[in-house]
């Protein structure tokens, strides 16, 4: 089966800095795009950046680029995504995705696979 497994999650400090993995199963990834989205209580699931495994292609939200960068190891079948400087708005579930699309975009509807999430919270 396909999985994606987030880790890295956990509770910081606003200013502070965390970076999140996802590990994908199966060689098939090496051709997906993988992306992050997050999703805070009584809100809607939000893009925060995806990445073509070949690493040339990358997609943010522009008021989370020059915070958030997302980086790939296909050695290890693993996309992360590091979050420095965190806000209490930050707070939320990250999830990571896998899309077999040629340029997916910003809606949850082009990934095809996820994660089980990863909590993230961040005290003022």
């Known amino acids: 089966q396909v999985q994606l497994v987030e880790s890295g999650g956990g509770l910081v400090q606003a200013g502070d800095s965390l970076r999140l993995s996802c590990a994908a199963s199966?060689?098939?990834?090496?051709?997906?795009?993988l992306g992050w989205f997050r999703q805070a209580p009584g809100k809607e699931r939000e893009f925060v950046a995806r990445v073509s495994w070949n690493g040339v292609n990358t997609m943010y939200t522009a008021s989370l680029k020059g915070r958030f960068t997302i980086s790939r190891d296909n050695a290890k079948n693993t996309v992360y995504l590091q979050m420095n400087s965190l806000k209490p708005e930050d707070t939320a579930v990250y999830y990571c995705?896998?899309?077999?699309?040629?340029?997916?975009?910003?809606?949850?509807?082009?990934?095809?696979?996820w994660g089980q999430g990863t909590q993230v919270t961040v005290s003022s």
């Open positions: 199966g060689r098939a990834f090496s051709s997906y795009f």
């Open positions: 995705a896998a899309s077999q699309r040629t340029s997916p975009t910003i809606w949850p509807a082009e990934y095809d696979y």
